[in-house]
């Protein structure tokens, strides 16, 4: 049975040695209440860098560089079979403010993360950044 794909990025958004996650509302079909990273999927022929910046703009409205992939990954998030690559991006300009795809957010030190109740896969993506910070 084909199932349909999907291809997205995540951002690890470093800030004075902070990262940020935000999290899903509670009415939220997939993840209710778990905290992620920005991004989200491709729109059909766009470059995965620029639709990393677009997507953390939309969720986050900040604007970041993005320097390097630091980890893959892939799960089922039905009807999609999803594989992903997580960057890691530098901070730029802005101020967090929330589109409606999430409720909150934090800055933490990624050595932190297990306090946060996590979406599928952060936990291995922020353990592949702090591998290599």
């Not at 999907?6 to 951002?11: F, L, T």
């Not at 802005?94 to 999430?102: A, D, I």
Request: one cysteine or more; hydrophobic letters at 35%; aromatic letters at 12%.
């Amino acid at each position: 049975m084909n199932k349909p794909l999907g291809v997205a990025g995540k951002a690890i958004i470093r800030k004075a040695g902070k990262i940020l996650i935000v999290q899903r509302p509670p009415d939220d079909a997939f993840d209710p209440n778990l905290w992620e990273l920005p991004g989200g999927k491709l729109e059909y022929g766009e470059d995965l860098i620029e639709s990393l910046k677009r997507e953390v703009e939309e969720e986050v409205d900040l604007q970041v560089k993005v320097r390097y992939p630091v980890k893959t990954w892939h799960f089922y998030k039905k009807p999609y079979w999803v594989t992903g690559v997580t960057f890691i991006c530098d901070y730029m300009s802005g101020s967090v403010k929330l589109s409606p795809e999430h409720q909150d957010y934090e800055w933490i030190d990624p050595r932190d993360c297990l306090g946060y109740q996590l979406s599928t896969t952060v936990k291995e993506q922020i353990e592949a950044y702090l591998e290599l910070a």
